[in-house]
């Protein structure tokens, strides 16, 4: 069988390393160049030199929000004494990987995928431009199957604000931030307050004047910022200099930073695809992976407030079982399954992209695969009950059930 995966992110990497192991053919398609996806840290925002947008979103002065021990591939340990560690240790951790197992031989870099079709027998069309200078080619190939690994933070979630475009400071969503020293002296407004957004809070508190951090879900446990920090509930709206909040009052702004995060973004699958993005919501993709409608697509990584490196291994497992013949589901009964999990997550309040250990349960059952460590589960809710941001804390995993602090 031949598969191809999109993208050399980590999810990439590890669905490359698993389908080698099973002897397929694989081959990635990769349309910067290098692995590691939004790990590689970049000056530029916008466009590349090649034409293409720039979706490497990590900061200067970022550290992980989970500790490296959540974010090791499986059988994969990812060394050091810190647990929270930087963008150039993960990079490092994923070039180890990629040595280790030899994946580099079958990545095409620079090789952007445009699009993807079904063709009759389940096989694929995918057409891949070559980048590189000078050629810019159209590439036509085709594969059994194919693995979607694009990330999930490529398309900024921008939402409307009365009176945004009388405001006459500047305006950006967090994909193009860097460094705080744009900010310096300015009275910024800091929308949303996910991980990225509470982090350069407070990061823009060391240099700017004032930092508004306008949000709707509660804070994160227990953080703490300083001074020049006013938190406020949402936006009423925008005037030239200034924003209204819907208690009332009002600030004097220069700058607004929207970290109000991204939507998935499929561009180059066509409607026979049948992939349906709604309400910020990938339908129909069986157990979150397997796409219902043509059972040899997989896309990783959807459910994200999880462990995701971890989680990419089962979920490659979990498809590869299914390409293997391991277990059989129809189409109406992965339709039907997908509709559940929404309407699940709906009645208890829990966000979609949310998953915990009920669902690596659900995936190695219907699979017959094996399950992920229950001390990766625990780990997780440890560090969401401390809250995040504090780093203060080193883990080691002692064995499949249980950590320790070091
Ligand atoms: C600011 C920030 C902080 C984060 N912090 C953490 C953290 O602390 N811990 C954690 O576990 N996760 C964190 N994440 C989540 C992070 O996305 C994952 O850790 C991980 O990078 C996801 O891997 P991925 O391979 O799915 O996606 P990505 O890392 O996004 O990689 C996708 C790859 O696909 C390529 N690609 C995209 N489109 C195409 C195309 N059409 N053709 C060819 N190639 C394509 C891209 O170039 C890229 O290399 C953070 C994310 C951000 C943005």
């Given at each position: 069988m031949k598969i191809a995966v999109?993208?050399?992110?980590?999810?990439?990497?590890?669905?490359?390393?698993?389908?080698?192991?099973e002897n397929f053919n694989c081959d990635v398609f990769e349309k910067s160049g290098v692995i590691g996806g939004v790990w590689n840290y970049n000056e530029k925002i916008g466009i590349d030199e090649f034409g293409i947008p720039?979706?490497?979103s990590v900061y200067e002065e970022l550290r992980t929000n989970l500790p490296k021990e959540l974010m090791q591939f499986e059988n994969f340990p990812f060394k050091g004494p810190l647990s929270f560690v930087y963008p150039p240790d993960v990079i490092n951790y994923v070039n180890k990987y990629a040595d280790a197992f030899n994946l580099l031989p079958h990545i095409q870099f620079h090789k952007n995928v445009e699009e993807i079709r079904p063709l009759p027998n389940n096989r694929w069309k995918i057409i891949i431009r070559d980048l590189k200078p000078m050629k810019q080619e159209l590439i036509i190939c085709e594969y059994d199957a194919v693995v979607i690994c694009v990330?999930?933070?490529?398309?900024p979630f921008i939402p409307s604000f009365?009176?945004?475009?009388?405001?006459?400071?500047?305006?950006?969503h967090s994909i193009t931030?860097?460094?705080a020293d744009l900010y310096k002296n300015g009275k910024v407004l800091l929308v949303g307050s996910g991980p990225s957004g509470s982090d350069i809070t407070r990061q823009l508190s060391k240099v700017a004047e004032k930092v508004i951090l306008s949000h709707r879900s509660p804070l994160e446990n227990n953080i703490t910022f300083s001074e020049n920090v006013k938190t406020k509930p949402e936006i009423a709206e925008f005037r030239e200099n200034t924003v209204l909040f819907i208690d009332g009052t009002e600030e004097d702004i220069t700058d607004v930073l929207l970290c109000t995060g991204y939507l998935f973004d499929y561009p180059f699958l066509t409607n026979e695809c049948g992939i349906e993005v709604?309400?910020?919501y990938v339908k129909y993709l069986y157990k979150q992976i397997i796409n219902a409608k043509h059972p040899t697509m997989a896309i990783l990584g959807v459910p994200h407030t999880t462990f995701l490196f971890i989680m990419f291994g089962i979920q490659i497992r979990f498809f590869i079982a299914y390409l293997k013949g391991q277990f059989t589901a129809s189409k109406e009964t992965m339709i039907d399954d997908a509709i559940l999990f929404q309407k699940r997550q709906k009645e208890k309040g829990v966000s979609l992209s949310r998953v915990n250990h009920e669902y690596y349960d659900d995936l190695s059952e219907t699979a017959k695969i094996p399950n992920l460590p229950?001390?990766?589960?625990?780990?997780?809710?440890?560090?969401?009950?401390i809250g995040i941001l504090k780093f203060q804390e080193n883990y080691k995993i002692l064995n499949d059930q249980e950590f320790i602090i070091v």
């Open positions: 999109i993208g050399a992110g980590p999810a990439g990497l590890c669905a490359l390393k698993t389908c080698l192991d720039i979706h490497n990330g999930n933070f490529n398309k009365k009176g945004l475009d009388k405001f006459k400071g500047s305006i950006r931030y860097r460094k709604e309400d910020n229950s001390v990766c589960q625990k780990l997780f809710d440890h560090v969401e009950d």
